[in-house]
């Protein structure tokens, strides 16, 4: 059974950080860029950024340009989310996806999805 399984959300006050991770299982994605998505209260799912297996790093979304890095450890088959200076509108569901093609991954038609970690920032 493949499963891509995020952890590491929570409830942090604004300024704080948290660490998400998303641990891949069941088959390998050798080869296969992953990224990481969120979905706030009311608001369609969004891409916030992508690694590809060689660790090329897309853009980030703008809203979390210079606060959210995203890291891979192949051996570990997982990927991460650093997230620093977090705000209240970061609040949202983060989800993490992988796909063989970057673009399809991108446009949020990932093959593979895990079933999201809440995060929640107080104000």
């Known amino acids: 059974q493949v499963q891509l399984v995020e952890s590491g959300g929570g409830l942090v006050q604004a300024g704080g950080s948290l660490r998400l991770s998303c641990a891949a299982s069941?088959?390998?994605?050798?080869?296969?860029?992953m990224g990481w998505f969120r979905q706030a209260p009311g608001k369609e799912r969004e891409f916030v950024v992508a690694?590809?297996?060689?660790?090329?790093?897309?853009d980030y979304a703008d809203s979390v340009k210079g606060r959210f890095t995203i890291s891979r450890d192949i051996a570990k088959n997982t990927v991460y989310l650093q997230m620093n200076s977090l705000k209240p509108e970061d609040t949202a569901v983060y989800y993490c996806?992988?796909?063989?093609?970057?673009?399809?991954?991108?446009?949020?038609?990932?093959?593979?999805w895990g079933q999201g970690t809440q995060v929640t920032v107080s104000s």
């Open positions: 996806a992988a796909d063989p093609s970057l673009p399809t991954l991108v446009k949020l038609r990932a093959g593979y």
């Open positions: 069941g088959r390998t994605f050798s080869g296969y860029p």
């Open positions: 690694i590809t297996w060689g660790g090329r790093i897309t």
